[in-house]
Structure formats: structure tokens, C-alpha cells
């Protein structure tokens, strides 16, 4: 039997409207959707899409198991690993009766997205298609109204669990920045900001497109609450002058 096919569909950062024409297309189309989330919570990638699917459609619910801090970083990998696997098992058993399957990826799914894990664990066994989204990183700056990059300015995108000095240097090295996964590490983060001297540019946005959107100065954000889905972005000096 021909296997079905898998897609990697990038739904955009949160706005339903920022769905590419390629994405509903593929939803609309595939017979099974799959997507991760957190036990308890609803997928946000689901959230995005809800107003596409259908009764038809199969829907697969991949949970990730507990909190990194539940069983500390190293155990963590290696449940994460296991869940990959098994993740990867259930929607090859769904392409193996060839049927298409489309697997949910918030923002872009080749930019911090959990969908590489699936594609490399499946890609060089089934038909396997990315359908690139908007990153939330692009879509922060639109939000801001700010340019990220200009001419020759260095743009660079950092994780917000890299150590402290990392970030420093990194943002230091650079002309704009998106501080992604910054949530718990914003206190971390915004230190780094600081002692690399661009707290005077930098902003905090959680949310970022959706109804509950927060956007403030990275200076006056709250470290104590921030979620998840929150970013730092330092548009360049250049960008906020011009
Ligand atoms: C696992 S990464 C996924 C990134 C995603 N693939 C993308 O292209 O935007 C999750 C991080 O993306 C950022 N993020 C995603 N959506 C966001 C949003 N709507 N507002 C703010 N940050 C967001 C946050 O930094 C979050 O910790």
C-alpha cells in the first residue's frame, strides 16, 4: 500500500488569521490531525485551527509527559526522547494504512518547532512535507512596528534557557535580537539585556497576536508571571532611529 503522507503544518503565532492559504488547505484535506500538548491543557496549535476541523477528522492528541521540573533537565531528555518514539510510532501507524496525516506546529515547525522531532524520526520513511508558518519572532515585530533587520545588521535569535553570560554575549554581538522561551527566564533574561546595555530598547511581549496580548518594556515586565508564550525583542538602534 502507498504510505500516506505527512505534513509538518506551521500554523502561525496564535491569530487565525495568520494561517497560510497552504496550511487550511491541508487540514481541510488530511483525515487525521496530530498535535502536542501539555496534559491538563489545550494544544495552542489546535486553538489556531479550531474553526477548521471537522467531525471527520481523527484528531491525535500527543502529551508530553511531566514538567522538566517534576524530574529534573537530564531525566527529562531522555522521557522526551521516549516520547518522541512513541509519538513517532503512532503517526507512522497512521500513514502505514495510507492516510495522510497532518501534524500541528505552532508558528514555523523548522523554528524551535516540537514538529522537527517527528520529521526526524519519520522523513526518510514517509512522504514529508513542511508548510512554513509565521514565527512568532516575525510576528513580535510587527506587533512592535519595528524592523528587525536593515542593510547589514546582524539579526540574531537566542533561547532563553542559555546561560546568563551566553545571552549577555550573544545580545551583545548583535544589532537586533528575539530572545525566544523566555517565561521563567525572564528575570535571567532581562539581567542579560541590561548588562549588555540595550535595556532601553528591548520589549517584552506575551501572547503576541492573540486577544490577550501583552506588550510593555522588557524594563517593567513582570518576572513572576510570565507565560510560555512569551519573547524578548530588541529591534536594532538603527531600526527605532530611522
Ligand atoms: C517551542 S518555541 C516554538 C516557536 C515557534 N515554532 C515559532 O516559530 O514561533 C515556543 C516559544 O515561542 C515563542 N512564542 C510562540 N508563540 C508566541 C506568541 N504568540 N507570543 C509570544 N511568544 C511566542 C515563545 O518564546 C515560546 O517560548
Redesign the pocket.
Known amino acids: 500500500m502507498t504510505p500516506g503522507r505527512c505534513y509538518g503544518v ?1 500554523v502561525g ?2 491569530d487565525p488569521e495568520l494561517l497560510t492559504v497552504k496550511a487550511v488547505r491541508l487540514l481541510e484535506a488530511c483525515p487525521v490531525v496530530a498535535y502536542f500538548c501539555a496534559a491538563g491543557r489545550e494544544s495552542n496549535a489546535r486553538r489556531v485551527v479550531r474553526h477548521h476541523l471537522r467531525a471527520e477528522h481523527t484528531e491525535m492528541k500527543l502529551v508530553y509527559p511531566l514538567t522538566t521540573e517534576a524530574v529534573g533537565p537530564s531525566t527529562y531528555e531522555t522521557l522526551l526522547a521516549d516520547f518522541y518514539d512513541q509519538s513517532a510510532k503512532r503517526v507512522a501507524e497512521v500513514l502505514d494504512e495510507g492516510i495522510d496525516v497532518a501534524v500541528l ?5 523548522f ?4 514538529y522537527m522531532y517527528l520529521h526526524h524520526r519519520l522523513s526518510d520513511r514517509y512522504p514529508s512535507e513542511v508548510v512554513p ?1 509565521v ?3 516575525l ?2 515585530a510587527a506587533v512592535l512596528g519595528s524592523p528587525l533587520a536593515s542593510r547589514n545588521e546582524r539579526f540574531t535569535v537566542l533561547s ?1 534557557v542559555l546561560p546568563a553570560h551566553e545571552l549577555e554575549a550573544g545580545i551583545a554581538a548583535a544589532d537586533s535580537i528575539v530572545v ?4 521563567r527566564n525572564l528575570d535571567k533574561v532581562r539581567d542579560a539585556v541590561q548588562r549588555a546595555g540595550v535595556l532601553d530598547r528591548a520589549y517584552y ?6 486577544p490577550n496580548q501583552q506588550v510593555m518594556p522588557l524594563a517593567e515586565a513582570d518576572g513572576a508571571n510570565a507565560p ?4 524578548v525583542v530588541i529591534p536594532s538602534a538603527g531600526a527605532i532611529r530611522r
Not at 205 to 210: F, P, S, Y
Not at 228 to 231: N, P, Q, T
Open positions: 506551521g503565532p496564535g506546529c505552532e508558528g514555523d515547525p523554528f524551535f518547532g516540537s508558518g514565527s512568532s519572532a510576528a513580535g532563553g525566544m522561551k523566555v517565561g511581549l506575551e501572547w503576541a497576536t492573540l510560555y508564550f512569551s519573547m
